[in-house]
């Protein structure tokens, strides 16, 4: 069974940081490419950044480039979500998701179960 565990979410202060995580089991960690997707209050979900399966090649949304990275540990099937400078509108539930190919897809197939983000001071 995929099992998709993000932690590291929590109240940080607008120029703040924080780095998600998401430990991931069930399947083989390096067969997939992985993405982080958010949702806001209210809105609907929004896809935030990719990764290749050996992390080769990143993907991030226009809106976060140069304040997000996205990275993986292969060796620790996890997945990570450094921010910077976060602002007010990066509050959200930020979502880990595995996509059904070794490449970028964005095609997901499986979700975790969510860590909530809050910026604010």
């Known amino acids: 069974e995929v099992q998709l565990v993000e932690s590291g979410g929590g109240l940080v202060q607008p120029g703040g940081s924080l780095r998600l995580s998401c430990a991931a089991s069930?399947?083989?960690?390096?067969?997939?490419?992985m993405s982080w997707v958010r949702q806001a209050p209210g809105k609907g979900l929004e896809w935030v950044s990719a990764?290749?399966?050996?992390?080769?090649?990143?993907y991030c949304a226009e809106s976060m480039k140069g304040r997000f990275t996205i990275s993986r540990d292969n060796a620790k099937n996890t997945l990570y979500l450094q921010m910077n400078s976060l602002k007010s509108e990066d509050t959200a539930v930020y979502y880990c998701?595995?996509?059904?190919?070794?490449?970028?897809?964005?095609?997901?197939?499986?979700w975790g179960q969510g860590t909530q983000v809050t910026v604010s001071s």
């Open positions: 998701a595995k996509d059904s190919s070794s490449r970028a897809t964005m095609v997901f197939d499986s």
């Open positions: 990764i290749s399966w050996d992390g080769g090649r990143t």
């Open positions: 069930g399947f083989t960690f390096d067969d997939y490419a």
